[in-house]
């Protein structure tokens, strides 16, 4: 590497304080970036988010400032420093520039107050910086017939000389050398191996099973063990310190067999009302809301499965809405759902936050819905927390109770590798494909069909999982 070439730009900073040896992997060209679908969509969410910030800027904010100018889309370096400026805000009454930070979330967290500040550093010595703002989506906002981009955007001032500014520099400081740095092994390697971009890298010698496969275990303990040589479960000692839930599962991966806690189970179960109703959702979050009633970085639901067991041994019953067309897809699912779900039996969902909180975002979108969304919300009962809750844990799980980790460990027969669309994110980038006008009629088909198989799949998973867990509870005897 020449080292007198390299730059350090803020989401290096950022790969930095995800993970040093992460931004080793990428400053040395050994770190997969290839992007998701995804994070394709997230970013494609966040340019269009950019672009009418750009113009909220010249239409509402530069006016306000007479003399002034934009500058946009620079490119500044102090050293071996170098940042790429969303806005700076040149000739401001009286004298200097003021730094506009461009997010496209719907609030400001440290990252975002990090990567501002460290502009701040570069642009201090290249101008007289007087004011550092971060521009971003407002919460509160709610979409009319047409986007108000005076309202949809909210500017707030960042203290860019405070503590957080010398905590940048050391950060800087720190990445800087760890980029620099030829020995890979100086820098601290990731706790997370399941979403490691770099394995071999981070986890050359992972031990099988290891204590990250032990559910909710804080980054600062994880390094504790590392440093002890605990990172397998056969040395992790049997009094360490653990919750209820994490001592079951070390106990399950240190003994290799499955763990099943009988009366729990029976009661979860048997506290269920019928008919049961297997329910899931699809969504799109879109940054910039794309209709009438809608927030920032709102879901938008457009498809559900539904599957419905009368009785223990019945036939199930499969029901499914996916909306293409172009107006606001969640009405025509709601007025599909309510003639279908039927007024009583538990509703079973995979991870109830996610259903509940777009139960709850319909509601306030369509009120004619509301005591039905409402309704549905106190009938859902969360199949996952059966699994999360180590009432059954499997060694197999790897440490996530994500129904892509479970379905195969319990259901081996059935399986997501074999259709076209494998998880949500890929289901949210096939339907945005379907809302551009440029997608031909046959691929718009063919996007349909992975759709309606996947989404079947997640609410078959749940039907599955749960006759899985009756017979292991015993509740169906042969």
Known sequence: MDTKRYRLSKSDLKLYLDCPRHLWARAHGQLNEAPTELETHFFNEGMHAESLAQEYLRTYLLPQHPGAFLSTQQGYSDGPFFARVDALLCGL???GCALIEIKSSTKIDKEDRY????QALILKEQCDLRKVYILHLDKSYRRGQDLDLQNLF????????????????????AALAVALNPD????EACYD?????????CHPNLPTPSIYEIPRILKAEKRKLRASGWEAIADLPLDHPLNEKQRIVAQVLREGKAYLNLEALRERLENLSWPLWFLDYETCKAAVPRYPGYGPQQDIVFQYSLHKLQAPHAVAEHFEALYLGPDEPSLALANQLREELGEFGSIIVWHETFEMGRNREMAELHPRHAAFLEGVNDRVFDLEKVIADAVYWHPDFKGSSSIKYVLPVMLPAYSYTKLNIQHGGQATAAWQRTCDTLTLAEDREAIRSDLLAYCHLDSLAMLEIY?????LAGMDPA
Do not use: H, T, W
């Open 115 to 118: 990567d501002a500040i460290f």
């Open 184 to 187: 890979v092994l100086a820098s």
């Open 93 to 95: 009454q009286g004298g």
């Open 193 to 201: 191996p399941r979403n490691c971009p770099c394995p071999d890298l």
């Open 467 to 471: 006759r899985r867990l009756r017979s």
């Open 154 to 173: 909210k500017l707030e001032e960042i203290d860019f000389d405070s503590e957080l500014a010398n905590e940048v520099r050391g950060y800087r400081e």
